[in-house]
């Protein structure tokens, strides 16, 4: 919940429901790395990618999360839909990650939109981290990244 003038916002429970995300995202992260630093073709990499398994894409995972080289996450985009979270709450995540989409559905409704970078910047900024650790557990439920999740948030993600 983010923090008002001092005093935390009224609580509102808050449900955070998936509505789509990038088909294989970790997939699609491995080869975005990979694609950075080779002049192999994009159907080369992904052969390559897909022989190495799932084990490879973590290691790429953990590299880029130790080189701090997240533009890479912005591959992974996905849209969800946030009840119970207040205008002002929306204001301010929309104007603290500005690759933050945000529409109105209704009264403390709205579609949410971004990219996997803004959601790891979203966890590590202490106003912002009950919506990200709502995102990822709505993740989490859908079995949606879970290697993504694993690496990213830890295993405190997998313990919802």
Not at 19 to 41: D, G, L
Not at 56 to 62: A, I, Q, R, V
Request: hydrophobic share 40%; charged share 25%.
């Amino acid at each position: 919940m983010f923090i008002s003038n001092g005093r935390l916002a009224r609580q509102r429970v808050m449900k955070v429901s998936l509505v789509w995300s990038s088909p294989s995202p970790e997939r699609t992260i491995a080869v975005a790395m990979r694609r950075c630093y080779s002049t192999k073709t994009i159907e080369e990499i992904e052969s390559e990618l897909e022989q190495k398994g799932a084990e490879y894409w973590k290691y790429l995972l953990t590299k880029c999360m130790q080189d701090k080289s997240l533009d890479v996450l912005e591959h992974f985009t996905l849209s969800l839909t946030v009840e119970g979270f207040g205008e002002d709450d929306a204001a301010k995540v929309a104007s603290c990650f500005p690759y933050v989409r945000i529409s109105g559905l209704g009264a403390e409704s709205w579609l949410m939109s971004l990219n996997a970078r803004t959601l790891v910047e979203m966890w590590r900024a202490p106003a912002a981290r009950k919506l990200a650790e709502s995102i990822v557990s709505e993740l989490d439920s859908k079995n949606v990244c879970p290697v993504f999740n694993q690496v990213v948030f830890g295993e405190k993600a997998d313990a919802r």
